[in-house]
């Protein structure tokens, strides 16, 4: 079963515009990831954030992270008809060993040029 | 390119029929990952090997999934008897168990569809 939810499920805007996007989690984590991928090809990494940590910056990409709710947001910034993908979130759990994913169901981007 | 590459990219089968894929990780990665991916869903964790150990399966994978990893390098997933449940995009994974956290380095799959 998946460990989360993301919201919303699709997502449409222009480019240049910010894409927000949410992912819940039912279970305490070690860390969660975001991964991006396209169109029936494989998953690429983009971020890690620690349980331990709030916020983290790469490029365009901000991910915040709140364990109190247990939820944990993606923001692409000037977004680019590049950015068009599935973007999934995916957690670790405390005392994992094995680091295995728990993903969820994925938000999908177009941005439109 | 020296990623994860999954073979075949593509496979069609008719029900029943037993298909094999195969995997190779990254060369020094020793953690290796199957994951499963049905149209419109997040991939799902069935199993992983440490080196040639397989130390985790998921319920997910019945007894006719079988995966390997003989010499610790590449691994393959057989499935026996396919059913049209089986269809997926099949993943595989790898990470170096040096890095605690990290991310996975995914392949670029093997669809599977079964008629």
């Known amino acids: 079963s998946q460990q989360g939810e993301e919201d919303p499920q699709a997502l449409s805007i222009q480019e240049g515009e910010n894409a927000t996007m949410n992912c819940s989690y039912k279970t305490s984590i070690n860390n969660l990831q975001w991964y991006r991928q396209n169109s029936g090809r494989g998953l690429v990494h983009l971020i890690l954030?620690?349980?331990?940590?709030r916020e983290k910056h790469s490029g365009r990409l901000r991910v915040t992270l709140d364990t109190s709710k247990k939820s944990s947001s993606l923001l692409i910034t000037a977004s680019r008809a590049a950015d068009t993908a599935s973007y999934f979130c995916?957690?670790?759990?405390?005392?994992?060993?094995?680091?295995?994913?728990?993903f969820g169901g994925g938000t999908r981007l177009m941005v439109k040029p | 390119d020296t990623g994860v590459s999954q073979n075949p990219r593509h496979k069609i089968t008719k029900r029943g029929q037993n298909v094999t894929f195969r995997c190779d990780p990254i060369s020094e990665h020793n953690r290796l990952y199957w994951y499963r991916q049905t149209l419109g869903q997040g991939p799902e964790f069935l199993t992983y090997?440490?080196?040639?150990?397989?130390?985790?399966k998921s319920r997910l994978l019945s007894d006719r999934f079988s995966a390997e990893r003989p010499k610790g390098s590449f691994s393959t997933l057989e499935i026996q008897r396919t059913e049209q449940g089986d269809s997926a995009m099949y993943l595989c994974a790898s990470k170096s168990s040096g890095i605690h956290l990290g991310e996975q380095f995914f392949g670029p799959g093997t669809r599977l569809t079964v008629l």
């Open positions: 954030i620690r349980s331990n940590e």
């Open positions: 090997f440490q080196n040639e150990a397989q130390l985790e």
């Open positions: 995916a957690t670790a759990r405390p005392g994992n060993a094995g680091n295995m994913l728990t």
